[in-house]
């Protein structure tokens, strides 16, 4: 579930946008909870000094020479009606007698006598902020004075109206960072539908109008993915069409001859069949293994790890083991061999020298000869396999790398898929392969030219 949330590009859109807020909306309200706190300190103090003004004034009109209850009633009467929300004491500077004292006053003297200004005192563990006035001709000094936890509910209630606009703020920008990531991400959920309900084979392209722009380059490169997988999948179906085609006629081959032969009796056809049944045989086999091979390097089984190896070591057994071979098509085989490490894979060098080597003296003709080179030079190492045999016509060498191409006119049976095979084994180590004439300007020569290390 925790996985799943943090792949939600949804979720992560929304709580961007919250978070954002938050710590735009938490530092906002640290200035403002400055601001509020000088704010008030002033506006309070100015209020109260207003309030003291109107004291003054106050007294001076209900005053009488003697302070009587009337005069107190006129007083009180008329402080309540102009600022409920201060305490005010006044005192008699000259003798310094309290002459008035609201009903929420506190009930002891909070500002020193004959000391005008803004203070702050506490009276039985009561906190007030006070503000003293006097007027010298009356010979009356005024205090006002405010309790200070009226100034921290006040705050507090603000804070409290604030949180809860923020938080009705914060659900509503919510609910509509989801309702429109839904809407803008709702593409993509048709998209995904669409595939869930497609065939395992239907690798058609995506239509990318139907996408945010955004998303636009991410269905690019699914086509083009898909584009290669087509490409792979129609290789891999001509691949099998051609591989069966080329089976079909050994075997056929192979079924007319056992037939004939039990249908003879005359031993020395049944010989003759038998042979001739031997070399269909191994045909089939030898196309057999190429086509094994061929299905192993396009599925990337020959992407094992590579190492360092003497191709002059593998080009002599593989030599060794067409020795026998050669020998009864009356072949010489010349080894001129140099120790040469290429990095690469043992098996598909193999391959690739094998091949070589047999598509030499396959179509070199009977007593031909076959050089076989492995050199190394300033540029990397080169393995050349040539022979004096009828070679390849020009127009035909751009042709013979092609699967199953044979040129036209060849009577020695083959596939088609070894030179091929030398062609991917040589792509597969960033190898190249030339064609050119072979020994003493006849015949052809494959050169193999590995880069230098």
Request: glycine share 6%; proline share 3%.
């Amino acid at each position: 579930m925790h996985a799943s949330w943090l792949k939600s590009l949804r979720l992560r859109l929304v709580t961007g946008i919250i978070l954002t807020l938050m710590v735009s909306w938490l530092v906002q309200f640290s200035l403002h909870w400055t601001d509020v706190i000088r704010e008030n300190t002033g506006v309070r103090d100015k209020d109260l000094m207003n309030a003291a003004q109107v004291a003054l004034v106050s007294v001076a009109a209900v005053r009488a020479p003697k302070d009587s209850q009337d005069t107190h009633t006129q007083l009180q009467r008329r402080w309540v009606a102009a600022s409920s929300k201060h305490a005010l004491l006044v005192f008699d500077m000259a003798s310094g007698r309290l002459l008035f004292r609201s009903l929420d006053a506190p009930s002891s003297a909070i500002a020193e006598s004959g000391k005008t200004g803004t203070s702050t005192r506490y009276v039985d563990g009561e906190g007030w902020r006070v503000y003293s006035a006097i007027d010298n001709e009356a010979s009356i000094q005024v205090v006002v004075a405010s309790p200070l936890a009226r100034y921290d509910q006040q705050f507090t209630d603000r804070l409290i109206l604030g949180s809860i606009v923020t938080l009705i703020m914060f659900l509503m920008l919510a609910g509509v960072s989801l309702l429109v990531s839904s809407l803008a991400l709702r593409p993509v959920s048709r998209l995904t539908q669409t595939l869930r309900k497609r065939h395992v084979m239907d690798i058609s392209p995506l239509c990318e109008k139907q996408v945010p722009t955004e998303i636009q380059p991410l269905i690019r490169a699914f086509n083009q993915q898909h584009a290669r997988l087509r490409a792979v999948i129609d290789n891999e179906r001509d691949f099998l069409s051609n591989a069966a085609h080329e089976l079909r006629t050994p075997l056929a081959v192979l079924t007319v001859q056992t037939e004939n032969a039990l249908r003879t009796d005359d031993i020395d056809e049944i010989k003759a069949l038998l042979q001739k049944m031997a070399a269909t045989t191994q045909r089939s086999s030898r196309l057999a293994e190429q086509l094994l091979d061929m299905a192993r390097l396009e599925s990337g089984d020959a992407a094992a790890p590579t190492a360092h190896v003497d191709l002059a070591e593998v080009v002599q057994l593989v030599c060794q083991e067409l020795d026998m071979t050669a020998q009864d098509r009356h072949q010489k085989i010349i080894l001129d061999l140099d120790p040469c490490l290429v990095t690469g894979h043992v098996d598909s060098l193999g391959i690739l020298a094998r091949n070589l080597l047999d598509n030499a003296c396959r179509y070199s003709g009977t007593a031909s000869s076959v050089l076989v080179q492995c050199k190394r030079d300033a540029n990397g190492v080169e393995l050349a396999v040539m022979d004096d045999g009828p070679g390849i016509p020009l127009a035909e060498r751009e042709k013979i790398f092609e699967r199953f191409y044979r040129v036209p006119g060849t009577v020695e049976q083959g596939s088609g898929i070894g030179l091929a095979l030398v062609w991917r084994i040589a792509k597969q180590h960033q190898a190249t392969v030339s064609v050119s004439s072979g020994i003493g300007g006849m015949g052809v020569a494959f050169r193999v030219r590995f880069a230098g290390e």
